[in-house]
Structures are given as structure tokens and as C-alpha cells.
């Protein structure tokens, strides 16, 4: 953790340590350092604007290994065989548009969606290039996590968005058992960077779609009962008004500590968010009886409660072959089909039709994007890893990110990609740009700055909004 010079936080800072080392620690959680970030910054003035702040919150659904865009949302059936493949496009809601067979329940909401189809950037690594969608910027050569920069929803944490009990950012990354490799926790952009540690998602690895899901830190030890979770607070309350002078900062750390307890004891608003059982049968299905379907779920309960961004990451399915994730170097044909786009399909419209029947959408930004696309040629060598015959590589030249709800255009294409599918034809898009407007319609003004940890101001906005993509 890093500390100010602030006086007063060193105080907190020291007595919540001695309390941690005598056994008490912070109600036994570090939550009330993660609650902290809901108090931290003010926003910047907010300037007048129909789509500025017209979003309360997001839901990122992150297709991590990179879907090919030319068997999702722009594909070409006039290119040759190698590069259009085998999936045929099909009419949707709206006309003119048309998607892939795979997506037949996205095909019928397209009249929710906005396809930016000319996203292009320059980064062909995976765990890198992740930087661009999650942060704007582009990826750091340093492995220090706080050396990165900072996730959208830690800014929003930082500017103090999401003041009930839960905390103000979170990410799903559900995983199965085993020694499939795990890359997405290597990936930039996931975290506070160099606004701090206060400011990290509380992230869930656990699969929520498992009779034993539970989320860490969200549960009671066996030892520790409310009663005794009560007596804690009280003790702590009698030590923090033998402190003399106590200041400002130590009186919100005692808020922050009382959220957590409200988070602890509170099956409404704090660990009743993460019981999926609470969730009808019917709606449960509708999403899908699988992690992703499962996560994209919690991420609504989570938002309809007040977390002002979730991001749900594409899980690690525990299958071992060249293809993991949606990153097709082989199998590209037969993993769409069957085990990643019927998925995807199920869970986003689930969710559109979700938010959409709760009076959450046009408050609700919906992000759907990987880190890049795919190369335009099956069997095409693009990186290091290659690609089999019934494969295509990474490719970062053109992809397509789809965005829903808030400001955002209903059924509408914004730019194109050439014949291939290899580069954008018209009004390419960069993430920088991509991110400032994300940030527009979640209400953070350009020229927001925020303190490093050595409290420098670093601007938060990067990029320009595309207004050509608001309503």
C-alpha cells in the first residue's frame, strides 16, 4: 500500500496495521481500503451535453483471444473461400445489416446495437494489446501492474461513483480446474495502475455457475459471527475516539469500515448480490447454466445495485488444444460454431432483453469486444503462434467492437472494413478514441486529471468522443 504524507492517513494507515497484526484487521477483510476509493476524487465539472453522463454504468463483456471478425459481425460472402470461410451472413432486425448464422437471437436485437466495425490498432499480443480496449492507452514495458494504466472502472472508482455497500469495480474471470493455461491474468488493463491499490476491481475467479460459487471475501469465517463482527466494530469505534485530533481522512476511513460491515451483514444490497439463487430459474436460463451465461448475470445483478462498471472476461473453459478462449490459431470453424459463439449469443441477448425489460438500458452501457480480430486468410501466419489450416492468427488491423444502451445509436453500422475484413475502408476507429467516448457517456469530462501515487496529475480521458456514434 502505498501511503501520502498526509498526517492523518498515517495514522489510519498505522492503526489499522497494529489492529491487523493483534488479530483484529479490518473486520477481517481489506475491503475497507477498496470502499475507500468511492471518496477519493471529485469529478471534474461536468459540461452541458445530452450524452455526457447520460450512462451510469457499464457492462463490459470481454471476448479475451480475439473473435474473428469475419465469422461474427462482418463477414463476406462475395471474398474468396479462404477468406470468407464457412459461415453464411443472415438478415437481422434491422435491414441492410446483416450478422453471422451463429448469432441467430443477436440477429433478431439488432435494432439495440451499434457495430463499430473498423477498430484497428497496431498490438498483435494478447495480454498486451488488452491495454487499449481496458484503458485507452497503449500497453507499458514494465511488469509492474502499478505501472500500467489505470482500468475505466478504477478512474470511475477513483472519482467516487458507486457509494452503496458494494464496491465500486468489479471483474468476473471464471476459470475451470486445471493446467490449461490462465492468460487473462496476465493481461494490461485489468487493474488501478498508477492510481493505486485502493482503486483494484474486486475480482472473481470463481465460476458462478458451480452449486459452490461464493466470492472472496464476501463470507463470514466459520470463527467470526455477526455477534462478534459487531463487537469488532464497537472496539474499533472506542479506539478510533481515543485518537486525538482525529481528522477527516480517519473519520472516512471509519465510513468506509461501516460499508464493509454493511457489505458483510446485508443480504439486499452487499452479499445478497452475489446469490445467483435468488435469480428465477427461467431467468437463470435464459442466460445460459454456463460460466460465461452465469457471469454476464451476476454483472446485471451487480450494476441493477449500483457498481458502476463490471467487466466479464471470457472464461477459461478448461479445454486443451491450440484454440483457448476465442483465440482460433486452429479449430476456428468448429469452436464458433459449437463451443464460443451459441455462448455468446445466449448471454448478450439475454442481457439486452434483461436490461431492457428493467428499465436499465438507456442508463446501461454494454460493451462487447475482444482485444483484436483475426487474420483475414485462414491458415494465414500473423504472430509467433501461427495458424493451422482450419485456423486464423491474431490480427489487430480490423475487428469489430458492438455497443448497446446509454447514448449509443440503435441499429446502426458505423464504418466499414475493406473487402477482407484486413483494414478499415472508412472511419477508423483507434481505442483511444473508442474509451473517450465510453467516458463521455459515463459523465468523466475531457481534461479529468488524477493523482499518481506519487501525486502527480495524470490525465484520465484519452482520445476524442465520437459523437457519430450517440443517438
Known sequence: MHLTACPDFRRAADRREILRLGGLGMLGLSLPELLAARGAEPAAPRPASPTFGRATRCIFLFMWGGPSQLETWDLKPAAPVEVRGEFRPIATAVPGIHISEHFPLLAQRTDRLCLVRSMTHDNADHTKSTSFLLTGEPPVTS????????????????????????????????????????????????????????????????????????????????????????????????????????????????????????????????????????????????????????????????????????????????????????????????????????????????LLDDLEERGLLDETIVVWSGEFGRTPRVGQVNSDAGAGADGRDHWPGCFTTVLAGGPFRRGHVHGASDRHAAFPSADPVVPRDLVATLYHALGVPEGQVLPDLAGRPQFVRPGRALTALFG
Do not use: C
Not at 493446467?179 to 458462478?208: K, N, Y
Not at 458451480?210 to 470463527?223: H, K, N, T
Open 143 to 350: 511488469t509492474d501492474r502499478r505501472a500500467q494504466w489505470p482500468n475505466i472502472g478504477s478512474v470511475l472508482a477513483a472519482l467516487g461513483r458507486g457509494r452503496g455497500a458494494l464496491p465500486p469495480v468489479v471483474q468476473m474471470r471464471p476459470t475451470v480446474p486445471g493446467d490449461v493455461p490462465r492468460f487473462v491474468e496476465e493481461s494490461q488493463g485489468q487493474f488501478a495502475g498508477w492510481l493505486g491499490g485502493v482503486h483494484d476491481p474486486l475480482t472473481i475467479d470463481d465460476d458462478p455457475s458451480q452449486p459452490g460459487y461464493r466470492v472472496p471475501d464476501m463470507e463470514l469465517s466459520a470463527q467470526l459471527s455477526i455477534d462478534r463482527l459487531d463487537d469488532r466494530m464497537r472496539l474499533l469505534a472506542r479506539l478510533d475516539r481515543q485518537i486525538a485530533g482525529k481528522g477527516d481522512v480517519v473519520a472516512q476511513q471509519d465510513e468506509f469500515r461501516r460499508r464493509a460491515f454493511d457489505l458483510l451483514t446485508s443480504t439486499a444490497t452487499g452479499r445478497g448480490a452475489f446469490d445467483l439463487s435468488q435469480e428465477p430459474d427461467a431467468v437463470r436460463d435464459r442466460y445460459g447454466r454456463n460460466p460465461h451465461g452465469q457471469s454476464v448475470l451476476q454483472a446485471r445483478r451487480l450494476v441493477e445495485r449500483g457498481v458502476p462498471l463490471v467487466t466479464v472476461f471470457w472464461p477459461n473453459d478448461g479445454i486443451k488444444n491450440v484454440s483457448v478462449y476465442w483465440d482460433t490459431h486452429s479449430r476456428n470453424f468448429i469452436d464458433h460454431r459449437d463451443r464460443l459463439m451459441p455462448v455468446a449469443d445466449r448471454a448478450f441477448a439475454a
